[in-house]
């Protein structure tokens, strides 16, 4: 394969000096470098190789590379994604079949240690033929591909902690990358879908610094994942001031108010859409009038209804509080009558 | 089930039913108690005026100020925080307007017409943070005074604990510190709050309920004897 620098790759498509360098800046700054580095960023990115990349798509809806790939036109985040040497993946690739796979074999061959490993999906560990590619299972061909692997980013929810199919009663036995991979470097990108600015910055960043991003406890970039979606959330003002939409449709709501009661999870997740937002900075879920679903954390899926507000316990009934009313009454008098009884005997004696 | 489940659910559920079980048999078996009939000629004929001691033990007596000022300024502290903490953080009232609308089928708001006023959160956590100080200074005072020491037991010490941990845990969770997931922070002070209710009827924190009861009565005993309050 041919790799030559990203610099050359991007003036090639039109890319002005000016609109890289901004875009190194924005991208430093998403990354909570300081900005003094952008032009450290534009260096390196001009004279880095465009990485090889083979990306397995297992059990997944595609959504990922949707979000990648057709988010919003020919920015420069997307040209970016271009930029590397996409080897493998299927989903995208014009070829089929045997030449498909002796082009992730070759790739494998000649990049052996160095290649970067995208995943998306879910890796089913129940009945092999769950989900094949050519014919093999989808944990053989992860293990085969992740030996030569520099590193694995685990692209979406799925990948990362099991997502939607690894939701109860997960009937494939589905997992995340982290449960069959123990000896590779693993990125969790989560989110269904996850930002497309944050896989080309976790790109960013490993082109330029030749490392890994500093991950959260779930093997997220901090950079990104380091915050939750309430502490950024342009609502939050409303959280404070106890002003809550009640439905979708009151006076709250159209007033803008805070959607914690209507189930929000920003204060549970964390991602990075309060900020970097969707579709080229124009808005998130929660601008867009709906609550936070909390996609990029684990078991989303299956934390209680979508509607139900964080605080919600599952306390009981009426009936159960009221059979522990009627204990407590039986039992406090039983044991007054018994101490009155004694009062009364000792009286006597 | 995951951690957050089991603290929101079977423990949340348990806890309270321990907690109301735990309260009714103890304030029952108290209040019920056989009172033996006082036969002396009574000096006051209102004993029912000494239920005013209920308000004047509250204050300091100029008299013992010295001695007790640095408790009653601690103890001040901490409920005034811990009760404003709890009663008027934000997620605190959706708890309480959630249990009521599962009781009733409605929350205050519909039930009264009225709104449960909240606190802004920079309030709350100072409000938390003076409540905690004022725990731990009252526990280094127990613990540096030789008499305090001498008469403190495992109550009083598992009650400060267990009091403590749901004011430490909930800031924790508030300001998402300990590198931990908010979800395990979350259940934790769940948790801490659970092990506080279960704790409750059996140890000193019952005082909520029956120091008023004792002070009423204690105030209308010294009345009919004509003891001054």
């Known amino acids: 394969m041919s790799s030559p620098l990203l610099g050359e790759f991007l003036r090639s498509r039109g890319v002005t000096r000016r609109d890289f360098l901004q875009f190194c800046a924005t991208t430093a700054a998403a990354m909570g470098l300081s900005p003094t580095l952008a032009p450290r960023v534009a260096a390196a990115l001009e004279q880095a190789r465009r990485p090889s990349v083979i990306w397995l798509p297992f059990q997944e809806c595609t959504g990922c590379t949707e979000s990648i790939t057709r988010a919003h036109g020919s920015t420069l985040e997307s040209l970016i994604f271009q930029g590397i040497s996409l080897d493998y993946q299927h989903t995208l690739q014009a070829a089929a079949g045997d030449a498909a796979e002796r082009a992730r074999e070759t790739a494998m061959k000649e990049n052996w240690g160095r290649y970067l490993l995208i995943v998306d999906g879910s890796i089913p560990t129940g009945n092999k033929g769950f989900s094949t590619v050519a014919g093999r299972d989808n944990v053989s061909l992860l293990e085969e591909v992740a030996r030569g692997a520099a590193a694995i980013v685990a692209l979406g929810s799925c990948a990362a902690f099991g997502g939607i199919p690894g939701a109860s009663p997960n009937p494939t036995g589905a997992v995340a990358v982290s449960a069959i991979v123990k000896d590779k470097p693993i990125i969790n990108v989560s989110g269904c879908p996850p ?40 609502r939050r003002p409303f959280y404070e001031r106890g002003q809550f939409a009640d439905s979708f ?3 709250g709501a159209r007033q803008g108010w805070c959607l914690y009661k209507l189930g929000c999870r920003g204060p549970t997740t964390h991602n990075a859409c309060a900020t970097v937002k969707w579709n080229d900075g124009t808005s998130f879920p929660i601008e867009a009038g709906h609550g936070c679903i909390g996609c990029s954390e684990p078991g989303f899926w299956d934390k209680g209804g979508f ?34 009884k004694r009062q009364k005997d000792a009286e006597g004696a | 089930m995951s951690l957050l489940d089991f603290a929101r659910g079977p423990a949340l559920q348990w806890s309270i039913v321990i907690f109301v079980v735990g309260v009714l048999w103890r304030l029952l078996g108290v209040l019920l108690l056989r009172t033996r009939k006082d036969l002396s000629e009574p000096r006051r004929d209102a004993a029912w005026k000494g239920l005013r001691l209920i308000a004047l033990r509250s204050w300091p007596r100029k008299e013992f100020l010295g001695g007790t000022a640095f408790g009653e300024v601690m103890g001040y502290a901490f409920h005034i925080g811990f009760l404003l903490t709890l009663f008027f953080y934000v997620p605190h009232v959706l708890f309480f307007a959630d249990i009521a609308r599962g009781l009733f089928g409605t929350d205050l708001h519909g039930l009264t017409g009225l709104n449960w006023p909240t606190m802004p959160n920079g309030v709350v956590t100072l409000l938390s943070a003076i409540s905690i100080a004022a725990l731990v200074a009252v526990l280094i005072h127990r613990i540096v005074s030789p008499v305090k020491r001498l008469i403190s037991n495992f109550d009083d010490y598992f009650s400060w604990l267990v009091t403590i941990a749901p004011l430490a845990t909930g800031m924790a969770a508030f300001a998402h510190l300990g590198g931990w997931p908010y979800e395990r922070l979350l259940a934790v002070h769940l ?34 004897k004509g003891a001054s309050l």
């Open chain 1, 307 to 340: 509607y139900q507000p964080l605080s919600t316990g599952q306390w009981g009934s009426a009936r159960t509080v009221g059979t522990a009313v009627g204990v407590g009454v039986a039992l406090g008098v039983a044991s007054a009558a018994l101490a009155r």
């Open chain 2, 191 to 224: 948790l801490s709050a659970e092990l506080l209710l279960v704790w409750f009827p059996f140890g000193k924190l019952m005082h909520a309920f029956t120091i008023f009861v004792a002070r009423g009565s204690t105030g209308m005993l010294f009345e009919r």
């Open chain 1, 195 to 234: 930002i497309p600015v944050v896989i080309t910055g976790v790109l960013t960043q490993y082109l330029t610094f030749g490392k890994l991003p500093e991950l959260d406890a779930l093997g997220r970039p901090m950079a990104f994942y380091g915050q939750t979606i309430h502490d950024r959330c342009y």
């Open chain 1, 249 to 251: 449709d009151d006076e």
